[in-house]
């Protein structure tokens, strides 16, 4: 970081708490743009916000970071992917007004989950997004890790989905019915419930395009707008099911295991639990929904949740973080 003639090593910025042996340690740089803040506040030198396992910075002048590079993806008609990556490269910003958020990465040798240091920097983000506004954080530039050991700084590889996870497309003439037929059912639904069942939709949507508890988090919502009235109440839900596989309310409970999912909602939402969630649990929250739907719609069941049961790989229980 460089403001006019002067240089800070951001590695001499972390505090000496955080570690007993860095020549062991490595801390976690992520850097905003701030916008629209008064240049006069940064006359006083280098200042911090003290918060729970992150130092935050507001810096004037430029920055210095590796940039890991982007991936350019290309498909066939076979679907096969082609992925080309730029090489990774030291850059520059332009000068501006800077927020370093920095967080132990690895402490004495030990290194922690990344999910957990992640979530420490976004808790950080919102907060200060929440008290001083949306300009205090304005963009998300980069993050980086800094081996405080021989003041080495690596980057993250930008992450791409592997097609192959997810289902092939069907565009066979029955499924393109069932398309047809689930959109005309929706649009003929009293308003009310029209706009539950799109609202569910757009929650699905977004969990989509997420991953891990912030992917959970919206499959639960849209499951809770689609089938359960009642928030707190998941008999609503695990009614539906029933209903979907013509079995008793009883045995629906017993097979799918609705309220330890609520269980890990709670967990997360009220407990404040950090957990990483597996791949096949998304899966599993995302049948559970469209055998939801499926049903609220009145059409047949495609019995997607009890498929992922029988994969032989899948173990709710392991995923459940009990």
């Not at 929250?285 to 019995?303: H, K, N, T």
């Amino acid at each position: 970081m460089s403001e006019e003639h002067q240089k800070i090593e951001l590695a001499t910025l972390a505090p000496e708490h955080w570690f007993n042996d860095r020549s062991k340690s490595s801390i976690w740089l992520a850097a905003y743009r701030i916008l629209h803040a008064t240049k006069d506040h940064f006359t006083g030198g280098v200042f911090f916000f003290d918060l729970d396992n992150v130092r935050g910075m507001p810096l004037l002048g430029s920055l210095n970071y590796f940039d890991g590079g982007t991936v350019s993806k290309r498909y066939d008609l076979n679907s096969k992917m082609t992925v080309e990556m730029r090489d990774p490269k030291f850059s520059t910003t332009d000068e501006g007004m800077y927020l370093i958020l920095m967080s132990p990465f690895r402490i004495d040798g030990v290194q922690l989950p990344e999910p957990l240091v992640k979530s420490r920097i976004q808790s950080t983000v919102g907060l200060l997004g929440a008290i001083n506004g949306r300009n205090m954080v304005f963009e998300h530039l980069f993050d980086n890790v800094l081996d405080l050991s021989e003041n080495k700084t690596s980057a993250f590889s930008p992450v791409f989905e592997n097609p192959a996870w997810f289902s092939a497309v069907d565009l066979s003439p029955a499924r393109r019915g069932t398309i047809n037929t689930a959109g005309t059912l929706i649009s003929a639904l009293p308003t009310a419930e029209k706009n539950r069942v799109n609202l569910s939709l757009r929650w699905f949507e977004s969990a989509l395009y997420d991953s891990g508890v912030d992917s959970f988090l919206k499959q639960w919502i849209a499951l809770e707008t689609l089938a359960m009235p009642d928030t707190t109440n998941v008999q609503p839900l695990t009614t539906k099911l029933a209903s979907a596989y013509g079995i008793s309310e009883a045995d629906a409970r017993d097979k799918f295991k609705v309220g330890r999912l609520f269980g890990l909602r709670s967990r997360i939402v009220h407990g404040g639990q950090i957990c990483p969630i597996h791949g096949m649990l998304s899966k599993y929250m995302e049948a559970v929904f469209v055998d939801a739907l499926l049903e609220r719609l009145g059409m047949p069941s495609e019995r997607r949740t009890e498929a992922v049961l029988a994969d032989p790989h899948f173990s709710l229980t392991s995923y459940l973080h009990e």
